[in-house]
C-alpha cells in the first residue's frame, strides 16, 4: 500500500519530544507532515530536531492544509476543545491528548460534531497498544486466575520540589488550565486501562481532596467503582491515589478466586501473575517511544487495515464518571 495517513500537530511541548511525537514519522503508512505551536520558535525547533517538513504559522493555516488526514492536539486540556472543533469543522479526524477537554459537557460537544461529520475521535489512551496491557486482557479472557472478584489500584508519590513553590508550579497542577491535579494526568491512563481489560464502568463514586495544601488542586483521590465485564459479570474494584505521599507506590491487582494479577500501572515493561503459591513473571520490551503501538493502530484502522484497540465510548464514559465524581457537591 502507497497511502499515507499524514498527520497535523498541534502542540510541540515535552510530551511529543520522546512520548508521542515520533510515533507518528515512524509508524508504517504514516507521516508526521507539518506541526504548530504558539510558541513559532519552539515549533521551528521541533520541526528542524525531527526532520518535519512543515511549521505553519497558525492553527488555522495547519487546518487548512488539504494535505493533512488527522490532528494531533498535545496542548493542555484547556485548549483541546477549541483545538478539536476547529479541526473537525474542516474535515480531519482528531486524536487528543487526555482528558478530552475540560468537561463533560465540552466532551460530549466534541463527541456529537464528530458523529456529525462521520469523522474519527481518538483519545491518546496509548497503554491500549502495548503488549504488556494486552497480555493481561489475554489472560483474564482465558481465565487463568479463575473468575475475576475484585480490583484495588494504589497510587502513591512525594511532594516534588517544584510543587512547593507556587511560582514554580506546573501547569498541569493549574486547574483552568488542566481540569485537576496529577489524578486527571496520571490515573485516567490506568482506569482505562482497567475498562480496557475488564470492562465498561458502570459506578463510581469517591472523595477528591486537597490535604497537602501544597497547591490549589487535588493531591488525593480515593474512589470505589464497579464494571460489567461481558464475562463474568459486576467486577468491584476500589482506588486511592496520593501524591503528598511518603514514598512512590504504582500497584493494580486483579484478583481472581484461583489466583491474581500484579503490575505497576503506569510503566510497560511486567507484571506478575500469582497462582497456587508460585509467582511468574512476564518481561517485556518497551519501545522508547511508547505511544507508537498505538498510532500504528490508529493508522491502519484509518488506512482500514485493522481495527484499533481504541475505544471512544469507553473514554467518554470514563470522562463522564471522573467528572461526576471531581463535580459532586460538598
Known sequence: MDKNINWGMIGCGQVTEVKSGPGLYKAEHSRLYGVYDVDIMKAQSYASRHNIEFVFNSIDELLDSDAIDIVYIATPPKFHKECAIKALNKGKHVYVEKPISLSHEETMEICKLANEKNLKLYVAFYRRGQEKYKQIKELIESGEIGKLRMIKVTQQQPIEEVEKNKETLPWRLNKEISG????????????????????????????????????????????????????????????????????????????????????????????????????????????????????????????????????????????KFVSKMYNKEK
Open 180 to 319: 485537576g491535579g496529577k489524578f486527571i494526568d496520571m490515573a485516567l491512563h490506568i482506569l482505562d486501562i482497567i475498562q480496557y481489560i475488564v470492562g465498561d464502568i458502570s459506578e463510581m463514586d469517591g472523595i477528591v481532596d486537597n490535604i497537602g495544601k501544597y497547591y490549589e488542586v487535588d493531591d488525593i483521590v480515593l474512589a470505589n467503582f464497579k464494571c460489567n465485564s461481558k464475562l463474568y459479570g459486576q467486577v468491584y474494584g476500589s482506588g486511592s491515589w496520593c501524591y503528598v505521599a511518603d514514598k512512590d507506590v504504582d500497584l493494580v491487582e486483579l484478583i481472581g478466586d484461583e489466583g491474581r494479577i500484579e503490575f505497576a500501572g503506569l510503566p510497560g515493561n511486567n507484571f506478575t501473575v500469582e497462582k497456587n503459591g508460585d509467582r511468574k513473571c512476564y518481561e517485556f520490551d518497551v519501545p522508547e517511544n511508547v505511544a507508537m503501538p498505538y498510532e500504528q493502530e490508529v493508522v491502519y484502522e484509518l488506512l482500514g487495515m485493522a481495527k484499533s484497540s481504541a475505544n471512544l465510548e469507553q473514554a467518554i464514559n470514563l470522562d
